[in-house]
C-alpha cells in the first residue's frame, strides 16, 4: 500500500457531477487533494449533484465544464494532473437502447482521449471505472474477474470496449491503470433511474411501487464503500495493471428488496409490474453475485455497510431530499 499525502496531489476525477463522481469528489476535498472536477457541459453551469455539497468543498473544487468526447479539451484537463479518476460516462441502460451512438462515443472515445491525454502528459496513475453489466447475466457465481464478458445492452458493449481499451494501453505502452469494476452502488444522491432511490420515494408517496421484472438479483454496495475502492486502488502499487471486482458477496432479488425497504420504511407496499419497465428479453441480467476475493487480497478492502444499514441512510437522506424525486414518472 502506498502512503499518499492527498494534500499535495492534484487529482482529476471525470463525471465528478454525477452520483459516485460526487461522493468520490467530496472525499478527495476531505483529503484536501488539488481537485479538478470536470462535469458535462450545460448552458445553466449546472455542475450536477456537485451542486449538492457544502458550500466550503465547492469553493475548493476547479470545476471544469465539457463533453468527454472532446479530445482538445481532455487534453487541458490532463496536463500537470498526478491522478485521474476516471468515472465519466453515460450510465443509463434504457438510455443506451434509444441513443447508442451517444453512449458508444462517449464511453469508448471519451475514454480513449483520457489514455491518449496520459501518454502526452504522463500521470502517475489513472482509474478507469467500469461496471459490474460487462459481465451480463452470471454464467457462474459468485462473479470473478475471470468471467467472460457480454454485452447485454448497448451500455455494457461500450463499456466492455472502454475497459478493453484502457487494459491495451497499460499492455501496449505501460500507461499505469488500473480497472475498478463496482457492482451496483446505492447511497444518498442517486437518482431515480436506479431501482432503490424509485422504490423509497415511490414509498414515501404512497403504497403503490411500480417496478419492472422482480426476479433478478443484484449485489448492492453502498456509495461510501465504493468511495473507499476508488482511494485504495490509488493507494496499492500493484493494482496497476489490474481489474478488480468490488462488492458485498451477497445477492437480493428486486422483488424482495422492494420488501426489504417497505419493511425499514413500516409501509405495506403493492408491488406493480410494467413492461415499460423491463428490459428486452435478452438483455436482461438476470443475476449478479460478485466474488471480491481480489478485492480483500490486493487492496485490502471490504465492504463496512451493511444492505440494512445502507439502506436506512439512503431512506433518511432521501426524506430530506424527496423534492428532487418524480415519484410518478419512469425515468431512464
Known amino acids: 500500500m502506498i502512503v499518499l499525502d492527498w494534500k499535495k496531489k492534484k487529482v482529476l476525477v471525470t463525471g465528478a457531477g454525477g452520483f459516485i463522481g460526487s461522493h468520490l469528489t467530496e472525499r ?38 465539457g463533453d468527454m468526447r472532446d479530445s482538445d479539451a481532455i487534453r487541458a484537463l490532463v496536463k500537470e494532473q498526478d491522478l485521474i479518476f476516471h468515472l465519466g460516462a453515460l450510465i443509463a441502460i434504457p438510455y443506451s437502447y ?20 496520459a501518454r502526452e502528459y504522463p500521470v502517475e496513475k489513472i482509474i478507469h471505472t467500469s461496471t459490474s453489466e460487462v459481465f451480463g447475466t452470471a454464467q457462474y457465481v459468485p ?31 505501460d500507461l499505469p491503470i488500473g480497472i475498478l469494476r463496482p ?10 433511474r436506479a431501482v432503490i432511490p424509485t422504490i423509497i420515494s415511490q414509498l414515501f408517496k404512497g403504497n403503490e411501487v411500480h417496478l419492472g421484472s422482480l426476479h433478478p438479483t443484484r449485489d ?81 478492502w471490504k465492504p463496512n455497510f451493511s444492505l440494512d444499514e445502507g439502506l436506512r441512510k439512503t431512506i433518511n437522506w432521501l426524506k430530506a431530499n424527496l423534492q428532487q424525486y418524480k415519484t410518478k414518472m419512469y425515468v431512464t
Open 28 to 65: 478527495l476535498c476531505e483529503l484536501g487533494a488539488d481537485v479538478t472536477a470536470f462535469v458535462r457541459y450545460n448552458s445553466r453551469n449546472d455542475w450536477g449533484l456537485l451542486e449538492l455539497l457544502p458550500e466550503e468543498k465547492q469553493e475548493q473544487l476547479n470545476v471544469v465544464l
Open 98 to 117: 434509444i441513443h447508442p451512438r451517444e453512449t458508444i462515443e462517449t464511453n469508448i472515445f471519451g475514454t480513449l482521449n483520457i489514455l491518449m491525454a
Open 143 to 173: 462473479i470473478d474477474e475471470k468471467h467472460p464478458l457480454q454485452g447485454q445492452s448497448p451500455y455494457s458493449a461500450s463499456k466492455i470496449g472502454a475497459d478493453k481499451i484502457a487494459e491495451s494501453f497499460y499492455r501496449s505502452f
Open 183 to 192: 457492482f451496483n452502488t446505492y447511497g444518498p444522491r442517486q437518482s431515480a
Open 220 to 300: 448492492f454496495t453502498y456509495v461510501l464503500d465504493t468511495v473507499d475502492g476508488f482511494l485504495k486502488m490509488a493507494e496499492t502499487s500493484n493494482a496497476i495493471g489490474q481489474e478488480i471486482n468490488i462488492g458485498s458477496n451477497f445477492e437480493i432479488s428486486i422483488g424482495d428488496l422492494a420488501n426489504k425497504i417497505a419493511e425499514i420504511m413500516n409501509k405495506k407496499i403493492k408491488i406493480i409490474t410494467e413492461d415499460k419497465r423491463k428490459r428486452p428479453p435478452k438483455s436482461e441480467v438476470e443475476r449478479l453475485l460478485v466474488d471480491n476475493s481480489k478485492a480483500r487480497k490486493i487492496l485490502n
